[in-house]
């Protein structure tokens, strides 16, 4: 229960993130369809099926020491990574793109992101189309088998 | 600070992110959870997906985005669903329920200690009794889980 | 006669006969013929004879033209495929026909010309690599004519008697399949021209041996003593092999007769060489020994004795056409066709420390050491085909020792004795199957006696084949014994190899007056004395019918007379002295006499040998016709030898801890070796992808988070990988 607040949390930092690079319609977007729409379905499906209190598989993890040390390598793989790839290139790109030149930072934001899709990207915009149809028929599909009857009812 | 410093930055938090959100995708067990680590981990790749089509000045990024968010609406959808269908089939949210797909001769992963039941002093509260007290089992009222 | 047909057509009818009736037999044998399979064989055989007969006079004919003066030269060598002529200015040495079939394998360049190669014109220069070239080329000299005479007509005879005596057994096509094989085998062995070609049919004639013996194989019995005599025959082949080898790098070739420019081991060529054709010391002394080894597998000679005695499981038409007449005769045949190389390593003994060992002596120490060890063996067997087994073996004895007195008359008078010894050992061998087919397969002369008037001809016909190999006058057997004892004698007396042949002269005094006991010890136990009739004859104990009765009338006839009739004017000797490798003796100046003279009649050595046989004979009676009791006195008194005789000299129990147990060690631990190494291995190399798999197979959990996980971990080793280095 609480992870999905604390998720909320989470897309609104990212969000907040979005807005500073620039991105002004992705913030937007992901307040309104990630926050919105898929936690709020989500909150739906936990309430649904909602356990017992903290059973026993909320309170141990499966292998919680080794999950937990690949996740920090690879952090800090990464971060070193970057580190070292962006140090060497550094120096090229001092001069490169001043903030003002840039193609992306635009006023008219929205604008210019519609003309990218419906010009550049047109296939995969009729393709995620399609994909949402079929997600939606999808979706209905699969709950829609119901529910085989059980003798002891749906909490154990 | 330049360019290439925000860059990093905005590439630190999208792999802290995508760092979390596997991490607790790999170790917590109920299905819901699950799932939303696995939209944090999205979330991080949009970071820096992002940062870095601002850094190059390409649309590219942001394109992209566009489109995880729409895929992770249906990928929602669909995960969703079939939690649900697998909770009503097994009655629990438990990942660990599902391991049919393994080879026959490896043993299943099952639960070595389970840790103490939190002492949770069920204290409800009461209202003081008005009128005739319905006739019911001090027991039950002690020991019910839920109210 | 069949002049129609000339002489290479009749040289190739005659193995070719016996095997188109083995083909016809063996195809149509089990479904068509049946009880008529004896008729292809019997007839292939019989036509196989009388060619074989007109082939004998064709050659007589032709020595007879070469013994003429020699006013005009002589035809020695006829090649009537070829039209090369003999040297008309060179003396030839004997009289050869050599018709050449066809090129069976030709290898250019297979070998340097070894030193002692010899061109057959004899101005011409060799090429410095002779080819390996093997033509399957048949010979008619005195020696083959004689050798296919006997052969054929022996096996004429055996096969009608075995029409009477198989009759109803089952595999009754299949024996006669097997014997016109082996009767091809045979002809072919003594027709063929070249080493090689011998050795083919050397084992060839080993195969059908090894057939006939097991041919009731359902018995275990036979079925290992068909084993046992290829096995033995085969360490004595191996001899004979290595000996062939050396033979080929010494000569250059392994022909006999002179071909592709290139002398032949005993090629006119060869021959007439004054200057020193063969080689003699170490390396004849080798080649001889390895010869005569392979002889002693084929002769049943000692040490390679073992095996004649057990294949006498066989059927005895079998014992007595192989075991007595024709297989166990290869050996004798082989020797007298190497009599140059042979003699050569008399000429020039091979000094070992101040001894001369030369390889006429050895064979004659061979072939009188087994002459007396079988028969004192002889003398104590119960069964009756063993007594003549053993006798076989002593005979084949009598003949390596002529053979070994290197003389003329001592060769040729081996080969006589192989000639007399086929008709009366095989009447002998076909009478005791007459008295074991009445007896209903009982041989086992302590089961019957006192057959003479149930089975009369039977009684008769053995007693003139006892007579002919106790070597009485005027019976086959007492002039070709004579023959050998007066070569022996002939070489007693000139310092240490006289002693040894005096030795050995003594040695076969001895074994002629234990063979005449032995043989007549058999002949008074199985027909005189009481009646007794074991109870498996059941109705057979009558005389047997006269498929079987008319060959050992015809053979005892021949057993009374042959010996006789070839002593008129030595004709026997005088035509063999023509074959080539014969009429070397006589050609070379040699420094021992070996001319010597043949045929002589020496009366002192021939009373002796009568004497002696007489003795022998009236022992016999003595002990056997009669009561018996001294018989067991005697056993009693000499009990260690008695035993010693009845258990062969422990030498089949000493074959078996010296060579069947580390043979079956070795094969214990090679097939250890095969189960476990060989087999571990390839195990392994299925083993390895299982547990492999195995290993892979424990990643399928079921377990969506170790699935992640694992692809987790896989992307921080390969950041690992691609940042390593760079640090």
């Known amino acids: ?156 | 600070m330049n360019e290439t410093t925000l860059l990093l930055n905005y590439l630190v938090v999208g792999a802290l992110l995508f760092a979390i959100g596997l991490v607790g995708f790999v170790t917590r067990r109920n299905l819901i959870v699950m799932f939303l680590a696995a939209e944090m981990m999205l979330q991080g790749v949009s970071l820096s997906l992002v940062a870095w089509g601002r850094y190059h000045g390409d649309w590219g990024g942001q394109m992209l985005v566009i489109f995880i968010i729409t895929v992770a609406a249906c990928e929602a959808a669909v995960a969703l669903a079939m939690i649900l269908m697998m909770f009503q089939r097994s009655g629990k949210l438990d990942i660990a329920f599902w391991q049919q797909e393994r080879e026959s001769n490896l043993p299943a992963f099952v639960d070595q200690e389970l840790p103490a039941e939190p002492e949770e002093s069920k204290h409800w509260p009461t209202l003081t009794p008005a009128g005739r007290e319905p006739r019911f089992d001090q027991e039950e009222v002690v020991h019910r889980t839920h109210v | 006669m069949f002049d129609f047909l000339d002489v290479s057509t009749r040289m190739t009818l005659i193995p070719a006969l016996p095997l188109a009736a083995a083909l016809v037999t063996a195809l149509l044998g089990r479904s068509f013929l049946r009880e008529h399979s004896h008729w292809p064989t019997v007839v292939g055989l019989a036509l196989s004879f009388i060619v074989s007969l007109s082939l004998l006079f064709e050659v007589r004919e032709l020595a007879g033209q070469a013994h003429a003066p020699h006013e005009t030269p002589a035809r020695a060598t006829v090649h009537p495929a070829s039209f090369q002529q003999a040297e008309p200015a060179k003396p030839a040495v004997g009289v050869e026909i050599v018709h050449a079939l066809w090129n069976w394998a030709t290898i250019d360049g297979a070998i340097d010309t070894p030193s002692r190669a010899l061109p057959a014109n004899g101005d011409a220069t060799l090429p410095a690599a002779l080819p390996f070239k093997i033509d399957i080329s048949l010979r008619s000299d005195p020696l083959t004519a004689i050798m296919l005479c006997m052969v054929t007509f022996i096996a004429t005879l055996v096969a009608i008697y075995a029409a009477g005596y198989m009759h109803g057994d089952p595999g009754y096509w299949r024996f006669f399949s097997y014997v016109a094989l082996f009767v091809f085998s045979m002809t072919m062995l003594v027709s063929v021209s070249n080493f090689l070609l011998l050795y083919v049919f050397w084992e060839a004639v080993g195969v059908c041996s090894y057939l006939l013996i097991g041919f009731w194989f359902e018995k275990p019995e036979a079925a290992a003593a068909g084993k046992k005599a290829f096995l033995v025959n085969r360490v004595g082949d191996f001899g004979f092999a290595l000996g062939l080898f050396l033979i080929w790098t010494t000569y250059g070739t392994l022909n006999y007769h002179d071909a592709d420019g290139i002398a032949g081991v005993f090629g006119q060529a060869r021959l007439t060489n004054t200057a020193d054709p063969y080689v003699g010391g170490g390396l004849g002394l080798a080649i001889c020994l390895l010869l005569m080894l392979g002889a002693c597998g084929k002769s049943a000679q000692f040490p390679l004795h073992v095996w004649l005695p057990d294949a006498m499981e066989g059927p005895t038409p079998v014992s007595a056409l192989i075991h007595a007449a024709t297989m166990v005769t290869a050996g004798v045949y082989m020797v007298t066709r190497c009599t140059p190389l042979f003699l050569a390593s008399l000429q020039e003994p091979f000094d070992y420390g101040g001894v001369e060992i030369s390889a006429p002596t050895i064979v004659a120490i061979i072939g009188g050491f087994t002459a007396l060890l079988a028969g004192l063996i002889g003398l104590t067997q119960t069964d009756l085909k063993r007594v003549l087994a053993y006798s076989t073996v002593s005979q084949l004895g009598y003949m390596f020792l002529g053979l070994g007195a290197a003389t003329l008359a001592g060769v040729t008078s081996g080969m006589f004795h192989l000639f007399t010894h086929a008709f009366f050992k095989a009447l002998l061998f076909l009478g005791a199957g007459s008295v074991m087919h009445s007896m209903g397969h009982v041989i086992d002369m302590r089961y019957f006696s006192g057959l003479r008037r149930i089975m009369p001809i039977t009684h008769v016909t053995f007693l003139i084949g006892s007579l002919a190999l106790a070597g009485i006058i005027p019976f086959a057997g007492f002039y070709s014994k004579d023959a050998i004892l007066s070569a022996l004698h002939a070489r007693t007396g000139e310092g240490g190899t006289g002693l040894i042949y005096s030795v050995l002269y003594v040695t076969a005094i001895v074994t002629a007056g234990m063979t005449a006991f032995y043989t007549f010890r058999a002949f008074f136990m199985t027909f005189y004395g009481e009646e007794r009739i074991p109870h498996e004859a059941g109705h057979h104990a009558h005389e047997s019918p006269w498929p079987m009765t008319l060959p050992l009338v015809i053979l005892a006839i021949a057993a009374f007379g042959v010996g006789r009739w070839c002593e008129m004017d030595h004709w026997f000797a005088h035509l063999l002295e023509q074959t080539p490798s014969l009429a070397y003796i006589s050609q070379k100046h040699l420094p021992i006499d070996l001319r010597g003279p043949f045929g002589q009649f020496n009366i002192e050595i021939a009373a002796l040998s009568s004497l002696v046989a007489l003795a022998g004979i009236a022992l016999a009676a003595f002990l056997y016709l009669g009561d018996r009791r001294e018989v067991d006195v005697i056993s009693r008194l000499l009990r260690p030898f008695y035993n010693a005789s009845l258990h062969k000299f422990w030498w089949d129990e000493i074959y078996t801890v010296l060579v069947v147990w580390p043979t079956k060690a070795l094969a214990a631990v090679s097939y250890l070796f095969d189960r476990v190494i060989i087999d571990g291995l390839v195990n392994l190399c299925g083993y390895i992808p299982r547990k492999l798999g195995g290993v892979l197979r424990s990643l399928q959990t079921g377990l969506v988070q170790f699935y992640a996980l694992a692809m987790a971990m896989a992307l921080a080793v390969l950041l690992l990988t691609l940042i390593w280095p760079g640090t």
């Open chain 1, 1 to 156: 229960m609480y992870c999905a607040i604390w998720f909320a949390l989470t897309l609104a930092g990212t969000a907040g993130l979005f807005m500073f690079q620039g991105a002004q319609f992705l913030g937007v977007a992901t307040i309104v369809v990630y926050a919105g729409a898929i936690l709020v379905t989500m909150l739906f499906v936990l309430m649904l099926a909602q356990p017992q209190g903290l059973s026993t598989y909320d309170r141990v993890s499966w292998e919680p020491l080794l999950g937990a040390g690949v996740g920090g390598l690879l952090v800090g793989l990464l971060t070193h990574l970057l580190r070292s790839s962006l140090a060497t290139a550094d120096a090229g790109f001092a001069a490169a793109k001043p903030m003002t030149e840039n193609a992306v930072l635009v006023n008219e934001h929205v604008a210019g992101l519609g003309a990218q899709l419906f010009s550049k990207h047109l296939i995969a915009v009729e393709a995620g189309g399609s994909l949402l149809l079929v997600a939606v028929v999808a979706a209905v599909a699969i709950t829609s088998q119901g529910v085989p009857k059980r003798q002891g009812g749906r909490y154990e």
